[in-house]
């Protein structure tokens, strides 16, 4: 069974900064994309940041430069280190991959920028 639990989320202030973890059970991550969307309230989901299976990464346009996506294989998990955070960053953050099956996602971690 797949899943995936995310962890790391909070209320920090803008400007700083928050690590999050996707800790994944049931497939092996670093053999798949995995990919980093986020969901404010009332908003679609929207894309963030992928790190593909080759190790290559790539990012959200308001995000790049700002973020960084990367795995650890031994851990089995995905990291998402976020700077400079912006109150438009919050959201809830979940980490997804897709297989030939189905798309797995995570509940999701909350992330919350505010003075």
């Known amino acids: 069974q797949v899943q995936f639990v995310e962890s790391g989320g909070g209320l920090v202030q803008p400007g700083g900064s928050l690590r999050l973890s996707c800790a994944a059970s049931?497939?092996?991550?670093?053999?798949?994309?995995m990919d980093w969307y986020r969901q404010n309230s009332g908003k679609q989901r929207e894309f963030v940041a992928r790190?593909?299976?080759?190790?290559?990464?790539n990012y959200a346009d308001s995000v790049k430069g700002r973020f960084t996506i990367s795995r650890d294989s031994a851990k089995n998990t995905v990291y998402l280190q976020m700077n400079s955070l912006k109150p438009e960053d919050t959201a809830v953050y979940h980490c997804?991959?897709?297989?030939?099956?189905?798309?797995?996602w995570g509940q999701g971690t909350q992330v919350t920028v505010s003075s």
């Open positions: 790190i593909t299976s080759g190790g290559g990464t």
């Open positions: 049931g497939i092996t991550i670093r053999l798949y994309n």
């Open positions: 997804t991959t897709n297989t030939s099956r189905r798309s797995y």
